[in-house]
């Protein structure tokens, strides 16, 4: 079911944000005075098309819904049929049109992170309050003086109220690399600031979890051994534990946390345990024959058995960033210029070699990130949406041959000598920009493949 919700979260996105990008290019180019032959979303075969508009515009929905085009009017396409009035062409029109149809593209994906955000700041944007669980010894955390029960209140001069904003804040404060100060708030109501070292930038924008480099572990409830849910049939209800048994000792030895008792079954597999429990105020004697399954290439012993989790623990750690229609607005403008120019940075942090390739992602791991984020609400999406669109526009700006960007760069190099780039010149670029799109992709595959298998 899970792959199920995030194919089809995948394909609404994709399919919202091409429309976005392609209409932007259709709108300006209708304005401009350009005929438009077709407007494509997806590539391949067509599944469904209409002819419309005094122009006869062909609007078609493709079967491979990750790209689309806008065919516009162009002499230089040898399928442009005779009697056409080219003055409507693209390619007879002044450069500045031409820059101002192919800029508009990219330029409709950033209005739409903008609306994106604004409606995302009215919804409400739902986290976890950032607080310390675990600080690893040696860590950039424990050097800084960060201690469980920390909440983190600022980064430099940016306000987090929850774990997502102060991750983004120290991801961008790490491409800086400086010491941050980090506002804190201890377990016992008392403000201190944290100074936090961050100047080792090819470290922390190497591979993984931006937290897990610093040494910080966000909270995570206290999991007393009290037995949950049980396995229907597993070793727990064989053996006859209840829900809510509490744990009190395995093989005469304390059990403290549910952890402590995961590792003790996990040791014993296909075996024979003593577990003591308290059932009801009373203690009782349960002998327990484990199961066994495979995990990271070992056997390890299991019970049938979850937690029991105490939902308050979690709703007291819950807050909710909401704004009204005006501060959204002004909020998602500059949460769409705060993302831009990151992720900008990380880019030229990744062209540099300080930032690890590993870092992109490819269709699969967007395709994931979008059913988690529809899972969770139409804030999470629509943040997710933002973020994509964001992305979607600026890498059709690189001056990349074959993208918006390349196109860009050969209107300026006419702007400068006074004439267009040659058809020559185009036909090597096209060469170019196709090999190092492919291996752009190939290398988002490989990553996203390596994640499934790691």
């Excluded at 990553?447 to 298998?453: A, P, Q, S, V």
């Amino acid at each position: 079911m899970s792959i199920l919700i995030s194919i089809a979260a995948f394909v609404v996105a994709i399919g919202v944000l091409v429309t976005v990008h392609e209409y932007g290019h259709y709108w300006v180019a209708r304005r401009a005075g350009v005929k438009v032959l077709r407007f494509s979303v997806g590539f391949g075969r067509p599944l469904w098309r209409r002819v419309a508009g005094a122009d006869r515009t062909e609007y078609v929905i493709a079967a491979i819904p990750l790209g689309g085009y806008v065919k516009m009017l162009d002499e230089r396409d040898p399928d442009t049929p005779p009697g056409e009035d080219l003055s409507r062409a693209f390619n007879r029109q002044p450069v500045g049109k031409r820059i101002a149809i192919v800029a508009a593209g990219p330029a409709f994906n950033f209005l739409f992170a903008i609306l994106a955000y604004w409606l995302m700041f009215m919804v409400g944007i739902g986290g976890v309050k950032p607080v310390v669980g675990e600080v690893a010894p040696a860590s950039l955390a424990a050097e800084a003086g960060f201690v469980s029960g920390d909440r983190l209140i600022s980064v430099a001069d940016t306000e987090t109220p929850t774990w997502e904003l102060a991750s983004l804040a120290l991801l961008e404060r790490s491409l800086d690399s400086q010491r941050v100060a980090v506002r804190v708030e201890t377990a016992d109501g008392r403000e201190f600031v944290r100074w936090l070292d961050l100047s080792d930038t090819r470290r922390l924008l190497d591979e993984g979890p931006l937290l897990d480099k610093i040494g910080i572990t966000p909270w995570r409830p206290r999991l007393d051994p009290v037995l949950g849910e049980l396995v229907s049939g597993g070793p727990a209800v064989q053996a006859g534990l209840q829900s809510g048994d509490r744990v009190l000792a395995a093989d005469g030895e304390p059990v403290h946390t549910w952890q402590g008792l995961v590792e003790h079954i996990q040791a014993r597999p296909d075996g024979m345990m003593q577990l003591e429990v308290e059932r009801d105020g009373s203690r009782l004697q349960v002998a327990v024959r484990t199961g066994s399954r495979e995990d990271n290439g070992r056997i390890v012993g299991i019970i049938g058995a979850y937690p029991h989790v105490d939902t308050s623990q979690f709703e007291a750690m819950r807050t909710t960033v909401r704004h009204g229609p005006v501060e959204s607005f002004v909020n998602g403008v500059t949460r769409t210029w705060d993302m831009t120019v990151l992720t900008l940075r990380v880019l030229w942090r990744l062209v540099m070699g300080e930032a690890s390739v590993k870092n992109i992602s490819g269709p699969i791991s967007i395709a994931e990130y979008a059913g988690v984020t529809a899972v969770i609400g139409v804030a999470a999406f629509l943040g997710f949406m933002a973020i994509v669109s964001i992305s979607l526009g600026i890498i059709n700006l690189l001056p990349i041959p074959m993208l918006d960007g390349g196109h860009l760069l050969y209107y300026l190099v006419e702007i400068v000598k006074g004439s267009p780039v040659s058809p020559q010149v185009e036909a090597i670029g096209q060469r170019v920009g196709l090999v190092m799109i492919a291996l752009l992709m190939t290398l988002a595959f490989y990553n996203d493949i390596m994640r499934i298998l790691g």
